[in-house]
T-cell receptor, first 113, second 116 residues
């Protein structure tokens, strides 16, 4: 157990639907990152939150949004889902990059049918 | 913009032998961090090793060592005494350590298969 909890582990949904992925960071970590891993795009950074505020944005579609709550858990909302959104979505947390690197959750595998 | 290149899509290695996974990077930053992650077939991302751009010595963690050649902008991972459990995808990643923007840029990955 890495200490970063992602739920659900698997999600199957239809095109056009909306889903919410949840991440609880490791205790003491203030930063949460979301990454998408797909076959065609590889591992892509989506968005970072630090202590409740958006800190950096990557290749995140307008149909996607995220937030970090006061208890530091984060949610990634994916709407108007398309087949191409099928991917493994990782959450990672850190206090700051150090010799131990980020801590990744086990991911949520999203399948859009 | 940063770019990570892993030129080896897949590699086979005999059990107990060493294997080197190539990684080159491109950045104009002076301060950056280099990481290697392992992703087994189960999907989780496992941190292996870290090298800071100002670290003069190559990082080592057990059977993993990072061959850091700053002038060549390369950060190759060496796995010694390969084990069957080392079969996985390996990703090289980089972050630039300025402000609080610590996002990782990943390479395409190298699949390692260890043969008995």
């Amino acid at each position: 157990d890495s200490g970063v909890t992602q739920t659900p582990k698997h999600l199957i949904t239809a095109t056009g639907q909306r889903v919410t992925l949840r991440c609880s960071p490791r205790s003491g970590d203030l930063s949460v990152y979301w990454y998408q891993q797909s076959l065609d795009q590889g591992l892509q950074f989506l968005i970072q939150y630090y202590n409740g505020e958006e800190r950096a944005k990557g290749n995140i579609l307008e149909r996607f949004s995220a937030q970090q709550f006061p208890d530091l858990h984060s949610e990634l909302n994916l709407s108007s889902l398309e087949l191409g959104d099928s991917a493994l979505y990782f959450c990672a947390s850190s206090v700051a990059p150090d010799s131990y690197g980020y801590t990744f959750g086990s991911g949520t595998r999203l399948t859009v049918v | 913009a940063q770019k990570i290149t892993q030129t080896q899509p897949g590699m086979f290695v005999q059990e107990k032998e060493a294997v080197t996974l190539d990684c080159t990077y491109d950045t104009s930053d002076q301060s950056y961090g280099l990481f290697w992650y392992k992703q087994p077939s189960s999907g989780e991302m496992i941190f292996l090793i870290y090298q800071g751009s100002y670290d003069e010595q190559n990082a080592t963690e057990g059977r993993y060592s990072l061959n850091f050649q700053k002038a060549r902008k390369s950060a190759n991972l060496v796995i010694s005494a390969s084990q069957l459990g080392d079969s996985a995808m390996y990703f090289c990643a980089m972050t630039h350590e300025r402000s609080n923007d610590y996002k990782l840029s990943f390479g395409a990955g190298t699949t390692v298969t260890v043969r008995a």
